[in-house]
């Protein structure tokens, strides 16, 4: 491939000249400089994208170009976004990496096999789980810590002192936002050793919002998973969380922890659902595979509500941020959020951590990318490629930290 112009930074800064034949060092170059996109000489972007297919097995691309198909099966194939989701799917499951698709039917504790009479002698009932928020306060009573933390950020007049002491008083909160801290999240050049400190850097609002959601997940680790398998849940929407911090990045929207948290929390609601409902969510999940529909879709039928309102529900119990609730309760529809750049970003995210295959909360199938968010974000298509290498550069240490680590100290 030959550069057809000059390849500049951000910055307008030369990095490769023009007429340049690429090789893979020059490719690192634009990589490490954040370039997404390059004019190639006399190269069609079908060329492009066959010439990275041209080094796999001819079966292998042929089983996974049709199980991705499969999966996208709900999505406008033909937006640019998508196509190149596509794409970059086939590649990842063509070289087996880093998916969890083999294991989706595996991380449901009822399997489709042992449960599949009695799930369908269960028939939908209209059954508000939004009631439940109500009803039941054991799986929605966050622990004292929470609300000390809560009470303490709302007060105008505290200070970075009086939310470093409120962190100090949880060993365990204290020792995991240091290894965030710590992580590839955050990729400082040196240690991050106090609270003090990481306020300092990262910022007082940015380490409150990144604080709720590692409180929050230490809650629903407990739950007993009768139908999901939690590590698969939770690998899940930490991949969600990360995608839609990384992409927030790259739209330069400040405070990107709220946006890592709204993904760490944006399947919440379907775990009241599994918990209060494990008979109907089962139902649910069957209606939806055996229809090759979409689960969230299926809720509606099962519940006459979805799992994004019912979670948004639970962030306004726990006085959470507003733009909490609304990136929750609208991942699936952010045209209808009171702040779209936000909720198009959440559903951008939970997009692209379904189309990697890394964990699931449920749903099997993509769900669609509404035109109008992907519009919203500014992003061209070429930036999809980066942030993945980045999500997949991220997980593996953050997901240490917030649950692989704590089920092994569990044991």
């Known amino acids: 491939m030959v550069l057809a112009d000059d390849l500049t930074d951000r910055m307008g800064r030369l990095l490769i000249a023009k007429g340049t034949v690429l090789t893979e060092k020059h490719l690192k170059i634009c990589k490490m400089w954040g370039v997404v996109e390059a004019q190639i000489e006399g190269a069609s972007s079908d060329e492009i994208d066959n010439f990275s297919l041209n080094d796999l097995d001819p079966q292998e691309l042929a089983r996974a170009t049709e199980s991705v198909h499969e999966r996208f099966r709900h999505t406008d194939m033909e937006h640019p976004a998508i196509r190149e989701l596509i794409r970059l799917c086939i590649l990842r499951t063509a070289k087996g990496k880093n998916t969890d698709q083999d294991h989706v039917r595996q991380s449901f504790r009822l399997t489709v096999e042992e449960k599949d009479t009695e799930a369908h002698e269960t028939k939908p009932v209209k059954v508000n789980p939004l009631e439940f928020i109500g009803e039941n306060t054991k799986l929605l009573t966050l622990p004292d810590i929470y609300n000390r933390f809560v009470e303490t950020i709302s007060r105008p007049s505290s200070s970075n002192y009086d939310i470093e002491n409120v962190i100090k008083t949880d060993i365990s909160l204290s020792a995991r936002l240091l290894k965030v801290a710590n992580s590839a999240f955050y990729g400082f050049p040196s240690k991050v050793d106090t609270i003090s400190r990481a306020i300092n850097i990262i910022g007082t609002r940015q380490l409150s919002t990144l604080a709720m959601g590692i409180i929050v997940i230490s809650v629903f680790k407990k739950i007993p998973a009768r139908i999901i398998n939690m590590e698969m849940f939770w690998k ?151 942030i993945m290498e980045q999500a997949d550069y991220q997980l593996e240490d953050v997901f240490k930290v917030l649950y692989a680590e704590d089920k092994f100290q569990r044991k």
């Open 236 to 386: 899940h929407s930490i991949l969600c969380g990360i995608c839609a911090r990384i992409l927030a990045g790259y739209g330069n929207i400040q405070n990107t922890e709220r946006l890592f948290t709204a993904g760490l929390l944006h399947d919440i609601g379907r775990l009241v659902c599994y918990n209060y409902l494990p008979q109907e969510s089962l139902y649910a999940i069957l209606e939806a595979k055996n229809g090759s529909k979409l689960l969230y879709l299926t809720e509606w039928e099962v519940f006459e509500v979805n799992h994004a309102m019912v979670g948004g529900s639970l962030i306004n119990r726990w006085q959470m941020p507003l733009s909490l609730e609304e990136m929750v309760c609208h991942h699936h529809d952010p045209q209808k959020s009171k702040n779209q750049i936000e909720s198009s970003l959440l559903h951008v995210a939970d997009i692209m951590a379904n189309a990697m295959g890394i964990g699931t909360s449920g749903e099997r199938l993509i769900p669609p990318l509404h035109g109008e968010a992907w519009t919203q974000l500014g992003l061209t298509p070429n930036v999809l490629s980066l």
